[in-house]
């Protein structure tokens, strides 16, 4: 402690000999082991010396000039005030023995505080504290502006205080503690602030966890206002000095000022965001964001400004006042809307707007000052965040309802969206393999029956163009397929030579007009038939083979297959594709695969395609658990590898179907009922069937004309087109099988002849009992073969009875 020893060799004499200006009263203490702190507010008294600044000297030489006022209770709030105060009473120890005490004036957050001890000698002990200093410079290393002070035995001392602050308020506890009730104190103190900033802790750290969770903006907002609220307590109650601004400075002295303004700001956004009051109150909106330009703007005074620095605490807490009643508006509005929050986040409202605005008017000096009015805010804000915490537990539990009942409204979209696009792809595919049908059926047809080289070579054109477009549709429905994971391959025997053949052919017309090079090479030779899927595996090797043609300008494509026999009665084909084309830079061959992906962007424009073939093709080699690889030279070219196994058939299998001999096509004898409604699609089965042996037919234009001519006539075969008017192909199947055409006809074979290639159409063709589909275009040699395999399995005989 610093001593200060003045004699007044004029002054102190006249004071101490007529005491006109003794205090009135004095405190007698005669111990320092008592339990509860001492108030002395009654003994003492209080004088406002406005803006001037005065030493002990000078304020003792004039007081008898100042109005001194008593003190109105045991923590007397003095208001937002920037003018210098000094307070002033008599202690006398009564007791033989020298004391210890400790005073405790002031809040945490006053600027300065001088304490000045007077003996009756005359001689001046000074102690000095308060946030403007650093904290290592307190008489006393407490969060609280508390002085240690001596009182010799039956000795009477007289004290002066001087109060300085900047405009925030200045509180007057006027206690004297023993070292006893100092701790005493406190511990209920450290209970009471534990419990709070446990709570805040716990809640901040909790919802910003939420936020990371599940990014709702309402429990970030929550989060800062947490954070304002503790930093703004931390500061109030001394530990923000303490312990995060020791040395004092600007921090130190803002901190009030800004963490009281964004936990307004930070509160006022989160009721209005939580509350969604743009959804009913479009004024009550603005007058939010009124409030919040006005917070902003004084944060930014706070900053920038110094000047004025007595409005700031004011109008913050006015700020906060208005807030207040702006919440108790929105919620009441929100109630007679019907869209009030629930009732947690109401109790909490209610608590918070208690507890705050016993804390702002304790603050203006309109209620007295007590421990309670003093930490209202602490207790109110408390139990705030209880039950606003349980509030946004409801939230979380209805976002969480609300996300289910959004991901079942998705997967119903999603379901009706997988749905519209089966529906979409099975229109395409019957609206484009219906005219494909037309121009491929009758090209076959007239090529077959013309002897001028000029026209067979134009209708190759036509088919060749016909069939690059037929391709392009299963590309787009396989892709579709793909996308689902419902790619799935028949087993079935089939002549891989023939398959072979051709694709030699396509390929040939396709080089022809580039005017390249198409080389052939079989390394071993075939076997005549393999176990698999004959559309798969033509899709495959001409999926690859079309892009060489497509990529090469100039020079050659060359195939080579190369099959190896197995002793497990299986085949090794390894089927390389070779080309002297634009080829893949490097860095680009590892995305290859993906869907609607060429070399360059602007590719599809040079070459054409949709680039889903090889994504298509390495989904089908996978599929046969097979292998592609993929080498590549920029400017020289690029090489396909596609290794792949299959089933042989054992020599004791046999063809369930008759062989064509000589291209002579021979059904002994079959009366066969098509049923299809568009004319062009009858024509082209008539120009197919017309032209096999022993073979008869008739045409039904729907299910209905296909019952009549059933009752009517004898058939052993149905060609049934599946999307037709009146009744379609997939009622009349029903129909049949139930007997409706007459009990001979409920298991006559029904064949499926339609231009809807999806798995969709073939799963609902075996379920209402069909024997067999195929799809439009369609091929004759495909087509015989279905209708011997149906008669093998019908097991009818020559004379067609059923």
């Known amino acids: 402690m610093k001593k200060l020893q003045l004699i007044y060799g004029f002054i102190l004499p006249i004071y101490f000999l007529f005491g006109n200006l003794e205090i009135k009263g004095q405190f007698l203490i005669d111990q320092d082991s008592f339990l509860s702190p001492k108030t002395i507010y009654q003994s003492a008294e209080i004088t406002n010396v406005g803006a001037a600044i005065l030493k002990i000297e000078d304020f003792l030489e004039k007081q008898d000039t100042f109005d001194f ?56 002990t000074s102690q000095i504290t308060g946030d403007l200093l650093p904290f290592s410079d307190k008489p006393l290393s407490h969060r609280k502006m ?11 001392y007289d004290f002066y205080v001087q109060y300085q602050s900047d405009g925030e308020v200045i509180n007057l506890p006027l206690d004297l503690h023993s070292a006893n009730s100092l701790i005493l104190s406190s511990y209920k103190e450290q209970l009471v602030f534990g419990l709070f900033y446990g709570i805040l802790l716990l809640a901040g750290t909790i919802y910003l966890f939420f936020y990371f969770g599940i990014k709702e903006k309402s429990f970030l907002l929550y989060f800062i206002y947490v954070l304002s609220i503790a930093l703004l307590h931390l500061s109030l109650d001394g530990y923000f000095f303490q312990y995060f601004t020791p040395d004092a400075g600007w921090l130190s002295r803002q901190a009030v000022l800004i963490a009281a303004a964004f936990s307004t700001l930070a509160f006022g956004r989160y009721v209005q965001i939580y509350m969604k009051v743009k959804s009913f109150s479009p004024l009550l909106e603005k007058a939010y964001n009124s409030l919040h330009i006005c917070v902003l703007t004084l944060v930014g005074a706070i900053f920038f400004i110094r000047a004025g620095q007595e409005f700031y605490y004011p109008f913050v807490n006015l700020f906060g006042i208005l807030l207040l009643f702006l919440i108790i508006g929105t919620l009441v509005t929100s109630i007679r809307k019907q869209a009030a929050p629930d009732i947690f986040f109401r109790i909490g409202l209610f608590f918070f707007f208690a507890g705050f605005l016993v804390f702002i008017l304790n603050n203006f000096s309109v209620i007295p000052n007590s421990f309670l009015t003093e930490n209202a805010s602490k207790f109110g804000t408390g139990l705030e965040i209880i039950f606003l915490s349980l509030s946004m537990a409801n939230r979380i539990r209805i976002l969480k309802s609300e996300k289910e009942k959004m991901q079942e409204i998705a997967l119903q979209r999603s379901q009706e969206s997988n749905e519209i696009k089966s529906f979409f792809l099975s229109n395409i595919s019957h609206e484009l393999r219906t005219p494909l049908n037309a121009v491929i059926g009758l090209s076959k047809s007239i090529q077959d029956s013309t002897e001028d080289q000029k026209i067979k070579s134009d209708l190759e054109v036509i088919q060749y163009s016909s069939l690059g477009l037929l391709s392009a549709i299963d590309d787009i429905l396989d892709y579709s397929k793909i996308e689902k994971k419902e790619l799935k391959l028949e087993e079935r025997q089939l002549e891989i030579s023939k398959v072979i053949q051709e694709l030699r052919t396509i390929t040939e017309n396709q080089v022809k007009n580039k005017n390249l090079k198409f080389i052939y090479e079989e390394i071993n030779q075939l076997p005549k038939y393999i176990l698999g899927d004959k559309a798969r595996i033509r899709q495959i090797i001409l999926n690859v083979l079309n892009n060489a043609v497509k990529f090469t300008q100039d020079g050659e494509v060359k195939l080579s297959i190369n099959s190896i026999m197995k002793n497990d009665n299986t085949v090794d084909l390894s089927i390389t594709i070779q080309d002297t084309g634009v080829g893949i830079d490097q860095a680009k061959l590892n995305r290859i695969y993906e869907s609607f992906i060429q070399e360059q962007i602007d590719d599809k424009r040079k070459f054409g395609g949709f680039g889903l073939g090889l994504c298509i093709v390495k989904a089908l080699v996978e599929l046969y658990q097979g292998k592609i690889d993929i080498s590549s030279e920029q400017g020289k070219g690029t090489k396909v590898q596609i290794h792949l196994n299959f089933k042989v058939p054992t020599r004791e299998q046999k063809l369930s179907v008759s062989p064509i001999v000589n291209g002579v096509y021979d059904l002994e004898g079959k009366h066969i009922l098509i049923v299809e409604d568009n004319p062009v699609n009858q024509m082209v089965m008539k120009s197919i069937l017309r032209k096999w042996k022993n073979t008869s037919f008739d045409i039904a234009n729907h299910g209905l004309e296909a019952l009549d001519k059933l009752k009517a006539s004898h058939f052993d075969l149905i060609l049934m087109d599946l999307q037709m008017p009146e009744m379609d192909g997939y009622e009349a199947t029903e129909a049949i099988r139930k007997g409706e055409a007459g009990s001979k006809y409920q298991n006559i074979p029904i064949i499926a ?32 073969t279905k209708i011997q395999h149906a008669f093998y399995l019908a097991k009818v005989d020559l004379s067609g009875v059923l």
């Not at 231009?755 to 004759?780: E, N, R």
């Open 146 to 156: 508390i002085f240690p002070i001596e009182l010799e035995a039956n000795q009477t």
């Open 69 to 124: 006022e008593a003190i109105a209770g045991s923590n007397t709030n003095l208001g937002f005030t920037k003018d210098n105060y000094w307070l002033r009473f008599k202690l006398a120890n009564t007791s033989d023995k020298p004391l210890s005490l400790f005073f405790e004036t002031g809040r945490p957050i006053t600027d300065i505080i001088e304490l000045y001890q007077v003996n009756e000698a005359g001689t001046i």
């Open 753 to 784: 002849v339609t231009a809807d290639a999806t798995d969709k159409a073939k799963s609902k063709v075996k379920a209402v009992g069909m024997d067999d589909y195929m799809t439009k275009p369609v091929d004759k040699d495909e087509l015989y």
